[in-house]
């Protein structure tokens, strides 16, 4: 069979509603599906218990589609969309009757509005393109509904499509002199950050970034414009990227998740300095937030370890400042796994620099050197002891965490229990092969 491209466009595009391939009345003539279709649908809207109906006219409708004279006419196309609609139009009413009910047609208003735009390319009539773009109108709403539906599922490039067909719609009812559901500046930036912010959440910064930047033009008032053009400019520059986020703290200096992407940016910059002011602002405004504490006795704990070696008396200070932070974030969270290990692994590096300056007094044997090595040995042994007990309850709440086994293996090696540590070695090694330690060796352990 030879095919004109005006017949294999019309496949194409019944490829994407899905409907390539009919079910029922194969037998059916176009124009009789067409008409049916028109009484299958007027049926339900009289009754919206006939879904069946519904169902069927989506099949008695692509009959009539796929032939190739109806193919080309716009009042086809235009029921398909109505018919489309109906399904939305359904959903809406559910939700109304039960306010657990979950919308089962998220797809059709994409389906309706490319149908209705098929019929207004092909509309020869004044008449026929009124009707498109009338049915393009209805599904605003409705479409902009089930984008959100779509992106809370976690289909980010989904609820961007559907986004940005909303968007797509409004442009060519303004373009056509007809008035648009998305009038005035509230409506139109609020869709224009959803399609903004459903391509950021998918990663996809080159398309997000018109939108976000229309919104600054605009001058949209949400501190996540200004959060969402940081992602987009640190994907280009990084200096663009911290002007924008200054630019955003200036305008709202309160808003915590500007304040946290200052913080993260300081950290993948290694911008150690500004930390210690920016995190102790954001415990400030977020107290109880538990991250924070963590993340401030981690700062602290890393420039105590790079001026342990040269500036003995400041690393003190640092190591007390971060056992304090990461003591602060117990007593909101008890279980909190990465404050228990952290203070645990903050007494193993300051007993892991003793056993540094063990090595060096090995070498002296005379009797004050021997002194001198016992009474750092009994000072070592007596800071991994101090650190044990950290490992030994972070290990009670993960047992497959690989950094607490390593720390305990080693530790039990050091107080010569070998047959402990060879227990810990073993489970690190279960977990290094891709397995899991299922249960802790110390929960029933005094």
Known sequence: MI????????????????????????????????????????????????????????????????????????????EMGNIYSAFLELDYKNSLMDENYQNQYLQEANKAYMAYKKAFE???????????????????????????????SGDAMGAYNIFKNVLDIDALLVENGMDSPLQGDEAKNNQLFLAGYAALTAEQFELAKPYYMELKENDYDDPSLYEGLYKIKAQEDQQEAMDILEEGRAKYPDDLSLLYAEINHALQNNEIGSLETKL???????????????????????????????EPEKASKYFDSAKVYFEKGLELDPDNVDAIYSIGALYYNKAAQGTQELQKLADDLSSDGMKKYDSTKAEVDKIFDQALPYFQKAERVNPSDRNTLIALKEIYARKNQMDVSDIFDKRLKTIESGGKVEESYFENKQ
């Open 3 to 78: 095919f004109t491209m005006k017949r294999l466009f019309i496949i194409a595009i019944l490829a994407v509603f899905g409907l390539t391939s009919i079910s029922a009345q194969e037998d059916i003539s176009p124009k009789k599906a067409f008409r049916q279709a028109k009484r299958n649908l007027s049926a339900h809207e009289l009754d919206n218990e006939k879904v069946d109906e519904l169902k069927e006219a989506v099949d008695l409708i692509t009959i009539a589609a796929r032939d190739e004279e109806m193919g080309k006419d716009a009042e086809v196309w235009v």
């Open 122 to 152: 092909l509309a020869e009539k004044s008449r026929n393109q009124g009707d498109a773009l009338e049915g393009m109108a209805g599904l605003v709403q409705s479409m902009s509904n089930s984008g959100i539906t779509v992106l809370q």
């Open 280 to 310: 102790k602002e954001a415990i400030n405004k977020d107290p109880k937030n538990v991250s924070l504490y963590s993340t401030t006795g981690s700062v602290y704990d890393r420039l105590f370890q790079e001026t342990m070696d040269s």
